[in-house]
């Protein structure tokens, strides 16, 4: 796939996760949950999920984490988000 030519490891596992979330209802989660779900260690979701944090707030004004760390998950408000586009843009 084109991601992996273009992306670095990271972006996509970003990628990865940001589709993932996708499959889970509107909500707020541990990121602990995502565990059971993933093959990152716990460390590397809170890493994850920060940085993509960082870039949904970059990009749409929108935080994944609420203020006590746990993932929000709005679905009509991540469809919004052209997550792609952004990592290809950060990447070049």
């Given at each position: 796939?084109?991601?992996?030519?273009?992306?670095d490891d990271f972006a996509v596992k970003k990628l990865e996760m940001f589709h993932q979330l996708f499959d889970f209802d509107d909500g707020v989660y541990s990121p602990r949950f995502f565990k059971q779900y993933s093959e990152f260690s716990y460390a590397r979701l809170?890493?994850?999920?920060?940085?993509?944090?960082?870039?949904?707030?970059q990009q749409a004004d929108f935080s994944l984490l609420s203020e006590d760390g746990k993932v929000v998950i709005d679905k009509e408000e991540l469809i919004k988000i052209p997550y792609q586009q952004f990592l290809f843009q950060i990447s070049q």
């Open positions: 796939m084109l991601e992996t030519i273009a992306l809170i890493s994850l999920f920060s940085e993509m944090n960082e870039d949904f707030q």
